[in-house]
C-alpha cells in the first residue's frame, strides 16, 4: 500500500511537469489521474487496489461519528431523567485483536458506544474490562462490539 | 433576493450548532453532578462534552467563513483533537481511579475485574 502511495504522487508530480502549471489544482489532477492509472493497472502492481482500504477506513470514520451522536443522546437522557434507574457494572469483554494499534482503536470506539466505558486492558492484550452504565444488557452490547466494531477494525488492519 | 435566504438559513443553522453545542455541554455538567460515582460521571465527561465542543466549533466554523470569509483549519483541527484525545482520557482517568481503590457506587451490580484480580492474587 506505501509503495501505491508513493507511485500515485510520483504520477501527480510529473503530471504537474508535463502541464509546466506548478499549483495545487495540477496536482490535484494528476493525483486523480493517478488514481485512474493504478485502477486500470491493478493487475500489474503488488497488493490490492489501496483506495479499497481508503474506503473500509472512511467507512470506520463514519461508524465512529455515528455512534458518537447515538452515545451523546443516550447520556442525555440519562442526565434528564428525574429518577436514575441504572444498574452500572464491570463485565469483561475477550477480544481477538492482536496489535496495540487495533486495541487503541477498539477501546477508544467502546468509550464511544452507548454506556460503555474500557476500563482496564488486561496485560496479555485479550481482555478488556469495560464500565457500563446499566449491565442489564451485557450479552447484547457483547455481540454488538464484536459483530460491528472488531470487523470494520479488522478489515482496515488485515 | 435568494442572498436573502441563504444568508438566513445559513444564521440559522450557526445558531443552531452553537446551541445544539451548549445544551450538550450543560447537560455534562448536570450528568457530573447527578450520577452517584466516578465511573458514571466519567461517562458524562467523556461522551456528552465531545459532542457539546463540536457543535461549538463547527458554529464558529461556520460563522467565520460566512461572515469573514477565513477558512479557519484550527477549529477543524480543534475537533479532530477533541474527538481523538476524549475517549483516551476517559479510559485513563477511569483506569486510575480504580487503581487507586475508588469505590464503585452502591447500585453497581457486577465487578468482573474485582473477581478477575483476586483470583490473580490468590495464585
Redesign the interface.
Same mark, same amino acid.
Given at each position: 500500500m506505501p509503495f501505491q502511495i508513493v507511485i500515485n504522487l510520483i504520477l501527480a508530480v510529473m503530471w504537474m511537469f508535463l502541464s509546466e502549471t506548478y499549483n495545487f489544482k495540477t496536482f490535484l489532477v494528476g493525483y486523480l489521474l493517478g488514481i485512474a492509472l493504478l485502477f486500470l493497472l491493478q493487475r500489474f502492481i503488488p497488493d490490492a487496489f489501496y483506495l479499497r482500504k481508503v474506503g473500509k477506513v472512511f467507512n470506520l470514520i463514519l461508524l465512529?461519528i455515528r455512534e458518537?451522536?447515538l452515545? !451523546?443522546i443516550?447520556?442525555?437522557k440519562?442526565? =434528564?431523567r428525574p429518577k $436514575?434507574d441504572?444498574?452500572? @457494572?464491570?463485565? +469483561?469483554l475477550p477480544t481477538e485483536l492482536k496489535s496495540n494499534w487495533e486495541i487503541t482503536l477498539l +477501546? !477508544?470506539l467502546i468509550? $464511544?458506544t452507548p @454506556?460503555t466505558?474500557?476500563?482496564?486492558i488486561?496485560d496479555d492484550y485479550s481482555?478488556i =474490562?469495560v464500565?457500563a452504565?446499566d449491565?442489564t444488557d451485557v450479552e447484547e452490547s457483547i455481540t454488538e462490539i464484536k459483530e460491528t466494531f472488531e470487523k470494520a477494525i479488522m478489515e482496515v488492519t488485515r | 433576493m435568494s442572498g436573502i435566504w441563504i444568508n438566513a438559513v445559513l444564521d440559522i443553522l450557526i445558531s443552531l450548532s452553537l446551541l445544539l453545542g451548549t445544551f450538550f455541554i450543560v447537560s455534562t455538567a448536570l450528568g457530573v453532578l447527578r450520577f452517584p460515582d466516578v465511573y458514571t460521571r466519567l461517562h458524562a465527561a467523556t461522551k456528552s462534552s465531545t459532542l457539546g465542543i463540536t457543535g461549538i466549533l463547527t458554529g464558529a466554523f461556520l460563522f467565520m467563513y460566512v461572515e469573514h470569509g477565513i477558512v479557519s483549519g484550527k477549529l477543524l483541527l480543534g475537533i479532530l483533537f477533541i474527538l481523538l484525545s476524549a475517549p483516551v482520557t476517559g479510559h485513563v482517568l477511569g483506569r486510575s481511579a480504580y487503581y487507586s481503590r475508588v469505590p464503585l457506587s452502591d447500585k453497581s451490580v457486577e465487578d468482573e475485574y474485582k473477581a478477575h484480580v483476586n483470583k490473580v492474587k490468590e495464585h
Open positions: 465512529f458518537l451522536v452515545s !451523546n443516550d447520556i442525555v440519562h442526565v =434528564y $436514575l441504572i444498574q452500572p @457494572g464491570i463485565f +469483561a +477501546a !477508544n468509550t $464511544l @454506556g466505558l474500557s476500563l482496564v488486561s481482555v =474490562y464500565h452504565m449491565i | -
